[in-house]
């Protein structure tokens, strides 16, 4: 930092773009990706799949980001913040994917910040506010386990862009998963108060768990991890019973349009905005 | 011939020595992204990198770094592919990034995993060695560090805290 003002220091050596500062000038995360889709690949259904674990990695990356400054360590908003950056990356590719093939050219902040709730089709359990720390590390555990048993699938998909992004992001869920698992096991097997409050986020995340279920076919997977985790944390089960309606078909709680609205305030106040 | 070849050769050179933007001790070819340079029939430069994480905010400055040396090295057409598949392994990190990384008080990572990894509920995990002192008397602190590549450590024995880059 040799000048006087950082935004110019900032701006050295960026005379031929755009960019003015470290970490802007975002471009088409699929930049320099081969896209053809293969003959055969049904592209509504792939751009369907695509914006739902977009809008699932989406929001739960805005509520991941809600921990920041709050968190009870500085070592776990640390966590929480990456976590919520590696969900944030794969929705950048699975909505820029879904803009190639959907046939609307859409860029990723098409999907990311002009559509309303009604529109986006992730699973409620994410858009659930943050609640205590017992209730985010459930929830975690659940999308996380739910997640990664389904991108493992979807290594073999038909599509090489959907199954790249997949097998990517199936060595970040790995670490997801474990963190939630390693703090579920703590905090069960912790003081009485820590177990108490495991147990009733266990009991509120209960009822959201079976919208999991119905889509994609990884029940048994993800089941065989929570009793694993539950087991070992002393803690019961949670108990899934379906909900009326499906996140999936844009359904959503009430909690929604909130987090919508921040994520989206910028980008809907000053469209010309470019970052 | 022999000059394109020559010349493929040094695009190369050229690409693999820009820093990494957040391990600037390493080269994107000591960090494995640098995946592939060639020179085109018409004498465009194809540099293909991938990147290490989905959520990098790296990635966009590799690209442009990239661009800008080898556009200054006199090569007018650059382009640049971002390679998906197979997705980056810390396997990727050379030898002479392993020793930059431990010379930077970074442990280095160990042999990537290889398939899926299941859940480990018990306690007992392997130890890295302290990148300063050499004791294996260390402890993981935190899974996630300044950037999402590394994890927090400290050694019980010179009690430096650490980072280590994770193996993926």
Known sequence: ?275 | MVTALLDARRARQIAGQVPDPELPMLTLADLGVLRDVELTGDGTVVASLTPTYSGCPAMAEMRADVAARLRAAGYERVEIRTVLSPPWTTDWITEPGRRKLAEHGIAPPGPAPRGPVPLQLSATRRAVPCPRCGSRDTGETSRFAATSCKSLWRCHTCREPFEHVKEI
Request: charged share 25%; hydrophobic share 45%; net charge negative.
């Open chain 1, 1 to 275: 930092m040799s000048d006087d003002h950082v935004y110019l220091t900032l701006a050295e050596g960026h005379e031929d773009d755009t960019r003015w500062a470290y970490g802007t000038g975002f471009e088409d995360p699929l930049h320099g990706v081969d896209t053809a889709v293969p003959e055969g690949v049904d592209v509504r259904e792939l751009a369907r799949v695509c914006v739902a674990l977009a809008d699932d990695a989406l929001v739960s990356a805005q509520r991941l980001a809600e921990w920041t400054t709050r968190a009870p360590e500085l070592e776990e908003e640390v966590a929480l913040a990456n976590i919520g950056l590696d969900l944030l990356g794969q929705a950048r590719l699975l909505y820029s994917r879904a803009g190639q093939v959907d046939g609307t050219g859409r860029d990723e902040d098409a999907y990311a910040y002009v559509r309303d709730a009604d529109d986006f089709r992730n699973v409620r359990l994410a858009e659930l506010p943050n609640g205590d720390f017992a209730f985010s590390i459930v929830r975690l555990l659940v999308l996380s386990s739910w997640r990664l048993a389904h991108f493992a699938r979807l290594v073999d998909h038909p599509d090489p862009v959907l199954a790249a992004i997949a097998a990517k992001g199936v060595k970040e869920l790995t670490y997801h998963r474990q963190y939630a698992a390693d703090w579920s096991v703590r905090l069960g097997d912790g003081t009485e108060e820590s177990h108490r409050r495991m147990r009733k986020a266990l009991e509120l995340v209960g009822p959201y768990v079976g919208e999991l279920f119905t889509a994609y076919d990884v029940r048994d997977e993800v089941v065989d991890v929570l009793r694993q985790v539950t087991e070992a944390a002393g803690l019961p089960m949670p108990v899934y019973r379906p909900l009326p309606g499906a996140g999936r078909a844009g359904d959503h709680t009430e909690h929604l349009a909130p987090l919508l609205a921040e994520l989206q305030s910028v980008a809907r106040a000053l469209p010309e905005a470019t970052w």
